[in-house]
């Protein structure tokens, strides 16, 4: 049986994939970008935990990351629409079906990333953060 945090991921990524984007998890960037860009989950860094006793429960704000790449002669347009996208499926579900306490993006960086001979990239990461508790911290 799968964990609360493998199980939050999951349905992160599932909640991605309606993009109209290729929505990867863990994946390396793959050599061509398609039309509609790549958003790639990194599992992140569950980071400290805060702790209350009785009941012992460990509040955790986890930061997963989204890599989000477009290659598109209007990349700057196209960038745009993905990171609303991406928003707008997040927004839908804060709590992710009830599974997490709360689902907060934050705002990218963009950079322009010039490749020799094709049409630059542009390309950002988002960190998500999932809000939860857990009764274990290996569960």
Known sequence: MPTLRETLLTSLHARLSALPASVLRGEVLPERVPAGGVVI?????????EVTLSP????????????????????????????????????????????????EPEAPRPVDLPVEGAASLKAAVIPVVLHYTLADPLA
């Open 56 to 103: 012992l429960r460990y509040h955790y704000a986890h930061r997963a990351e989204l890599e989000v790449v477009v290659q598109d002669r209007e990349r700057d347009a196209a960038f745009d629409t993905l990171c609303a996208g991406i928003g707008t499926a997040l927004a839908a579900d804060r709590t992710l079906g009830g599974l997490c306490d709360w689902v």
């Open 41 to 49: 989950l990194r599992d992140g860094d569950p980071g400290e935990p």
